[in-house]
């Protein structure tokens, strides 16, 4: 089993390093934002915290990005929608 996780090291730096890559090559390609908000609005049974990577990746296109800030999206109520 130990042999198995170590195995995994490896994989992990090849994978980080294309990670990289693939999302200099997207910043490239993706439309430039002109500064417009954008509200990313989690999936259901998700939170802001699960759009991190989304709204990282959406402001550095320069777009001004807010999270939903409403906690964990169960339900779109009218409250919410204020």
């Known amino acids: 089993m130990a042999f198995l996780i170590a195995a995994e090291i490896p994989r992990i730096g090849v994978e980080a390093v294309q990670y990289r890559t693939e999302i200099a090559k997207l910043l490239k390609?993706?439309?430039r934002g002109d500064g417009h908000p954008v509200l990313v609005i989690p999936g259901f049974g998700a939170s802001d915290f699960f759009t991190k990577i989304l709204r990282g990746f959406l402001?550095?296109?320069?777009?001004?990005?807010?999270?939903?800030?409403?906690?964990?999206?169960?339900?779109?109520?009218?409250?919410?929608?204020?």
């Not at 807010?66 to 204020?82: D, M, P, R």
């Open 29 to 31: 390609e993706a439309p």
């Open 59 to 82: 402001e550095k296109l320069g777009y001004k990005v807010y999270g939903w800030e409403n906690g964990a999206n169960a339900a779109l109520t009218e409250k919410k929608i204020e």
